[in-house]
C-alpha cells in the first residue's frame, strides 16, 4: 500500500533526479514531472518494483499547470495515503546577461519556471488536498542567490527571493488551518549539477568563481543534498505547529 506520496518537478535530472531515486521504495510513490524523461531511474524502479510514474510537462507553460496537478492528484486514493509532499524543485539560471540584454522571452520564461510555476503548483496543491487527513508538506527549493545579489543574474536572483517571500506568506496563512500544509524552503548550496555547469560556462563577472568552486571540490553531489533534504522535511514534518 502506498504510504507516501511524493511530486517532484524537475525530477529528470540533477537535485530532481537524485530525489526520486532516493525516494524509490514499494510504500512511496513518487512522481516525477518534467519535460523529458530519465529512462535510467524508470529502469531502477522496475528493478526495485517500487511505484514511480513520469508525468511529462513543460512547467513554462502555466496554462497547463493546474490541470496536470489536478489529474494527479485525483487519480489517488487519499484514503491509503499518510503524507503527500510537493516538492517544487524546476528552475533555470538562465539568462545569465546583464537585464537590458536579455530578451522578454527569456525573461518570462524564467519567471514563470522559477516562480510562477511553484506558486501555482503550491495553490492547487493546497486546493486539491484541502480535505485529506494525511499530513501535507510543501517544499520549495531555494538558492543562496535569492539572498545575495549578483550581476547578470538579475532575474534568477530575484525569482529566488520571490519564492522564498511567497513560502513564508503561505506558511502564515496555514497556521490557523486545522490540518496545516507544512511549507519549507530548502537553500541546497552549491551542487555538482548541469546549472552549475551552466554558470562556469557563461561570460559573466561571476562565473570564474564558479570554476574555482568546482575545481577545488566545493561542489555537493546531487545524492548527498538529497538526503539531507529528506532529513529536514522529517524532521520538520514532525514538529506540530505552534
Known sequence: MTKHVYIITGASSGLGAALSRELLSQETQVLGISRTVDKEIQQLAQELNANYAFIAADLTQVERIEATLQEIIESMDSSKVETITLINNAATVTPIKPIEACSSDEIVSSIQLNLTAPILLTSCFIKETANWSAKRSIVNISSGSGQYPASSMSVY???????????????????????????LTIDPGMMNTGMQQIARESDFELSSFFRKQSEEGHLAEPETVARNILLELNQHRDVTPA
Open 157 to 183: 536572483c530575484s525569482s529566488k527571493a520571490a519564492l522564498n517571500m511567497f513560502t513564508k506568506c503561505v506558511a502564515m496563512e496555514q497556521k490557523e488551518e486545522p490540518n496545516p500544509v507544512h511549507m
